[in-house]
């Protein structure tokens, strides 16, 4: 049998023990095994030796296993934790926070979609060298057969309404139970939901979804820099405004992760590619077609105020339940503020802001009983403008508008079109390259891809050249398009003066 040492950066990781290939001789735990490479033992707690290495990471590793103790030799998952802490207090804090975490999951673990906490101990060895001794942590899980809906996504492509909804059925329960017991998982993403093979699951015929990865090893890690503040690690887009900023998570962070979760299985696109950071909302919409129900719900997931979202896990699965006309709306808020005029993003989901009664002169008397607030809060600073996307779609465009426009030039000449054709098919071109662009159609290497061709297509066909010749035409083009960015740095320029002092 090859079992895996645990030890990082092994030279030789893999040992053959042959004493371990007969699966019906159960194992002694007086006899050790160790690495012929470095003299780690391979046999942890006396019963768990790793197979084969499924991840390593900045702060540990995860390894697949097998328990000696149980007949058939069950697989299992073993993650190792190796704080890299030279400072003793922070050694112990880790430590401390290591052992509340085995605690948490254990009790976590007895959730049916969750997976089992089997060991939690920590290891004592020589170092290499044999100079001194190294101590080592781990967690033993029960092995999850199956494939992440990352892997899902990629072999069958986007998931339907129907899909995700059930998506969302199987896993709010689960963390409707997790937030019941104190925890919040902090990292609910694809590739932290697995689905187990039908053949595999304790439940013949049906595929049930885990929720992998608390975020045991993450959490330990920051205690020796952050002094506390476990929320720091985190994917991005993924976590919510708050959790990126490192500040306190809630619930309802979590079901924002679900609802990115969602949505990219819906539209098959990258996070960061139906994030809208210009104007600080999700743009998915255009990307799926859903019911107004199961975009509202997710509408209010992705609200980047905590207060906003869903404060529970029950109370998506209650609204996703509800039929489309009878689909409950949450409590108003405890002091309802009318401002004059309505913010321009919508805060609240479209099904939901239906039942809100339009504004009516009457509530515009502040009520008796409570003074009414100012009617305007603070001006907040205008939005910074996306700089780079500015200059690169203004160099695009001066380059691709010269050279179109030499090429059309060109083409009137040689075919005597009229001016007034010539001018409007210029027009034309141009609306529509900058219509493009502003629905992000061409973007990033699209722009680089046209401008290639395009200058390829002005410098090897001297019909469309104006009689310039190529060399002289693409340095034309290149001059204009430096002069776009030249503009739009003096725009960038007034624009963040006029936001600082107005």
Same mark, same amino acid.
């Given at each position: 049998?090859?079992?895996?040492?645990?030890?990082?950066?092994?030279?030789?990781?893999?040992?053959?023990?042959?004493?371990?290939?007969?699966?019906?001789?159960?194992?002694?735990?007086?006899?050790?095994?160790?690495?012929?490479?470095?003299?780690?033992?391979?046999?942890?707690?006396?019963?768990?030796?790793?197979?084969?290495?499924?991840?390593?990471?900045?702060?540990?590793?995860?390894?697949?296993?097998?328990?000696?103790?149980?007949?058939?030799?069950?697989?299992?998952?073993?993650?190792?934790?190796?704080?890299?802490?030279?400072?003793?207090?922070?050694?112990?804090?880790?430590?401390?926070?290591?052992?509340?975490?085995?605690?948490?999951?254990?009790?976590?673990?007895?959730?049916?979609?969750?997976?089992?906490?089997?060991?939690?101990?920590?290891?004592?060895?020589?170092?290499?060298?044999?100079?001194?001794?190294?101590?080592?942590?781990?967690?033993?899980?029960?092995?999850?057969?199956?494939?992440?809906?990352?892997?899902?996504?990629?072999?069958?492509?986007?998931?339907?309404?129907?899909?995700?909804?059930?998506?969302?059925?199987?896993?709010?329960?689960?963390?409707?139970?997790?937030?019941?017991?104190?925890?919040?998982?902090?990292?609910?993403?694809?590739?932290?939901?697995?689905?187990?093979?039908?053949?595999?699951?304790?439940?013949?015929?049906?595929?049930?979804?885990?929720?992998?990865?608390?975020?045991?090893?993450?959490?330990?890690?920051?205690?020796?820099?952050?002094?506390?503040?476990?929320?720091?690690?985190?994917?991005?887009?993924?976590?919510?405004?708050?959790?990126?900023?490192?500040?306190?998570?809630?619930?309802?962070?979590?079901?924002?992760?679900?609802?990115?979760?969602?949505?990219?299985?819906?539209?098959?696109?990258?996070?960061?590619?139906?994030?809208?950071?210009?104007?600080?909302?999700?743009?998915?919409?255009?990307?799926?077609?859903?019911?107004?129900?199961?975009?509202?719900?997710?509408?209010?997931?992705?609200?980047?105020?905590?207060?906003?979202?869903?404060?529970?896990?029950?109370? %998506? @699965?209650?609204? =996703?339940?509800?039929? *489309?006309?009878?689909? /409950?709306?949450? &409590? +108003?808020?405890?002091? !309802?503020?009318?401002?004059?005029?309505?913010?321009?993003?919508?805060?609240?989901?479209? %099904? @939901?802001?239906? =039942?809100?009664?339009? *504004?009516?002169?009457? /509530?515009?008397? &502040? +009520?008796?009983?409570? !003074?009414?607030?100012?009617?305007?809060?603070?001006?907040?600073?205008?939005?910074?403008?996306?700089?780079?996307?500015?200059?690169?779609?203004?160099?695009?465009?001066?380059?691709?508008?010269?050279?179109?426009?030499?090429?059309?030039?060109?083409?009137?000449?040689?075919?005597?079109?009229?001016?007034?054709?010539?001018?409007?098919?210029?027009?034309?071109?141009?609306?529509?390259?900058?219509?493009?662009?502003?629905?992000?159609?061409?973007?990033?290497?699209?722009?680089?891809?046209?401008?290639?061709?395009?200058?390829?297509?002005?410098?090897?066909?001297?019909?469309?050249?104006?009689?310039?010749?190529?060399?002289?035409?693409?340095?034309?083009?290149?001059?204009?398009?430096?002069?776009?960015?030249?503009?739009?740095?003096?725009?960038?320029?007034?624009?963040?003066?006029?936001?600082?002092?107005?």
């Amino acid at each position: 049998m090859l079992v895996y040492c645990t030890r990082p950066h092994c030279s030789r990781p893999q040992n053959d023990v042959p004493d371990l290939d007969n699966p019906n001789k159960r194992y002694s735990r007086v006899a050790e095994r160790f690495c012929t490479a470095c003299g780690m033992p391979l046999i942890l707690r006396g019963r768990y030796v790793a197979e084969r290495l499924l991840g390593r990471g900045g702060f540990g590793a995860a390894y697949l296993a097998r328990d000696l103790d149980t007949p058939g030799r069950r697989e299992c998952v073993i993650k190792q934790f190796m704080p890299m802490m030279s400072d003793p207090q922070s050694r112990q804090k880790a430590l401390e926070l290591f052992e509340r975490e085995g605690q948490v999951l254990d009790q976590l673990g007895q959730h049916a979609q969750i997976p089992d906490l089997l060991a939690f101990f920590a290891e004592e060895v020589p170092s290499v060298d044999g100079q001194g001794v190294e101590q080592y942590f781990y967690l033993v899980q029960e092995y999850i057969d199956g494939e992440t809906l990352e892997d899902e996504l990629a072999q069958q492509g986007c998931f339907s309404e129907e899909q995700v909804r059930q998506v969302l059925r199987e896993l709010l329960p689960v963390l409707q139970y997790v937030h019941d017991h104190g925890s919040i998982h902090r990292d609910i993403k694809l590739s932290n939901i697995m689905r187990q093979h039908p053949s595999k699951t304790k439940f013949p015929g049906q595929g049930r979804l885990y929720l992998l990865d608390f975020g045991a090893v993450k959490q330990i890690s920051q205690a020796g820099g952050q002094q506390g503040h476990f929320t720091g690690i985190y994917t991005q887009y993924y976590a919510p405004p708050e959790q990126a900023r490192g500040e306190r998570v809630y619930p309802s962070s979590d079901l924002y992760a679900l609802a990115v979760t969602c949505i990219v299985l819906l539209t098959g696109k990258d996070p960061s590619q139906l994030f809208d950071a210009y104007n600080n909302r999700w743009d998915w919409h255009s990307y799926a077609q859903v019911s107004p129900q199961l975009q509202a719900i997710l509408d209010r997931m992705l609200q980047p105020a905590p207060s906003d979202r869903y404060q529970s896990a029950a109370e %998506v @699965l209650a609204d =996703l339940n509800a039929s *489309p006309a009878s689909a /409950p709306a949450p &409590p +108003p808020p405890p002091q !309802p503020v009318v401002p004059p005029s309505p913010p321009p993003p919508p805060v609240t989901p479209p %099904v @939901l802001s239906q =039942l809100v009664p339009p *504004p009516s002169p009457s /509530p515009v008397t &502040p +009520p008796t009983s409570t !003074p009414r607030p100012k009617a305007q809060p603070t001006r907040q600073p205008a939005p910074p403008l996306p700089a780079l996307k500015i200059l690169i779609g203004a160099g695009f465009t001066g380059f691709e508008m010269t050279a179109l426009g030499l090429m059309i030039f060109s083409l009137m000449t040689a075919w005597q079109l009229p001016v007034g054709v010539s001018a409007g098919l210029m027009g034309a071109l141009f609306a529509l390259l900058v219509f493009m662009q502003y629905k992000r159609w061409i973007e990033h290497w699209e722009q680089l891809i046209i401008a290639v061709i395009s200058g390829a297509v002005l410098f090897f066909v001297p019909l469309l050249q104006a009689g310039l010749g190529g060399v002289t035409a693409l340095l034309i083009c290149g001059l204009v398009g430096l002069g776009c960015v030249v503009m739009g740095n003096i725009f960038l320029l007034i624009y963040n003066i006029l936001a600082r002092f107005l």
